[in-house]
């Protein structure tokens, strides 16, 4: 039976790592899907939001939903959506259709996030599920990466069509598995579904993801960003109103009563934030400063992703040690580390920093979020994993979303701030193109006589952005080290918490407990 449960793990990994690829190989692709499909500027950023928002918008009620349908079920279902849809994204002939398409896709890949640490919460026992779920988390990390790699290879041989075509051998293998290899679990005394609630919660998380994408955008006064964000606040207030005055509420509010579940969320929403802007402004340096192609870039990047798997991998054995304090706060410390060392790279440094600073910020996120899940998945228990992963996954995807936002803004604001006076000598337009980012100003550099010059200010400043990106992050995980070591307790008392069932012990589906 635990063998069983390990094999359903790595199907569950696959499954997520495709769901996370999603989130950025379609990236590299939007040029080539540009000049097929004639879209705009505006339809490819729709496709790559469309995909985004509903992601967002749907992981709450599938975790809700799950609990009390069957986790496994609801999560083949949400595979099999995703499958569909990355067939017809690959099939569209127009950018209409392939935003639709997408959008459907965030819906399969919303249902299947969520559900996917729930699964495996449930089916590991106390001992396995800290190194399960840092395997787990492992994956998730690896799929962002990975993506603008994979996307890179692809179109190098084949046309934009085979970044989704890629998903469908993949989710195949999955769905045939998991229903072999996935136990069944759900809350057999699960109220009945609160459906008002659940559509007040989906419509306040993708209000409020949709006004943070759209603040960059077109702007944080603008009508349609605080129309947007207002309209979040309305239906959040709404939710809570009613999750207020409902006798079968969304969310179990004793949940949050839970010092294991309140501050590990807070905890893995912090490192969320960390690897958003890692992710975020990495890429860019790689690319644009250090003039890498997507593929180079994406490879630089493995030092991450080693950190993560090895600290996932151990993760169970540290908390068993040293407890579940000592154990995120230890990893927040470390991502910290790694972020001072990325904040002090400069136009003379070499890859071995920065690879060294990626390396322990990999470490720092792989213990910190292993430890910090299990111990909101050990305070939800079996009969509330999936609102209990839902909740921690809708969290930490409006931190990452609010994160890249705000972040952005703060890399534009440094990088055009430590710009201006090598800006001197270029036509007003010149410098207008300049200004605007690193990438336009690296392609503008290539056009003038005295591009070099352009070129290594450019560079320079954009240094200055990411430091000031990387001390903020710094400082959010700090932070997070002080609370994680004031609020999280050491280790949960015996018979703490609703109990985790190994998989035998579970209760099977359609039947009830005595």
Known sequence: MRARSWWMLAVTCLSVVVVSLDLTILNIALPAISAALHAGTGDLQWLVDAYSLVFAGVMLPAGVIGDRLGRKRLLLAGLAVFLAASVWCA???????????RAVMGLGAGIMFPLSLAVVSAA????????????????????????PVLGGVLLQHFSWHSVFWINVPAACVTLAAGVVVMPESRNPAAPPLDALGAL?????????????????????????????????????????????????PVIDPDLFRDKRFSWGTAATVAVSVALFGILFVLPQYLQSVLGDDPISAGLRLLPLMGGLLVAGGVAGQVVRAAGTRLTVAAGLALLTGGLVLLSQVHPATGYSFVAAGLALSGLGTGAAIAAAMDAVMAA?????????????????QVGGAIAVAVLGSVLSAGYARALGPALGALPARDGVIARASVTEATQLAGHLPSGGALRAAAGAAFLHGMSTVMLSCAAITALAVLTSLRYLPGRAAPGAGSPQRAPEASVPAGRTRR
């Open 124 to 147: 590991f026992g106390d001992d396995d599920r800290p190194k399960a779920i840092g395997i787990l988390t492992a994956a998730v990390a690896l799929g962002l990466p990975l993506g």
């Open 200 to 248: 007040l919660s989906a419509g306040a998380v993708t209000g409020l993801v949709w006004g943070v994408i759209n603040g960059p955008e077109h702007g944080w006064t603008a009508l349609s960003t605080v129309a947007l964000l207002a309209g979040s606040a309305v239906l959040l207030a709404a939710f809570l109103t009613r999750q207020h005055r409902s006798a079968n």
């Open 380 to 396: 939800a228990g079996g009969d509330e994993a999936g609102i209990g992963a839902s909740v921690n996954s809708a969290l930490r």
């Open 91 to 101: 099939l569209s002939v127009s950018a209409g259709e392939l935003i639709a398409a």
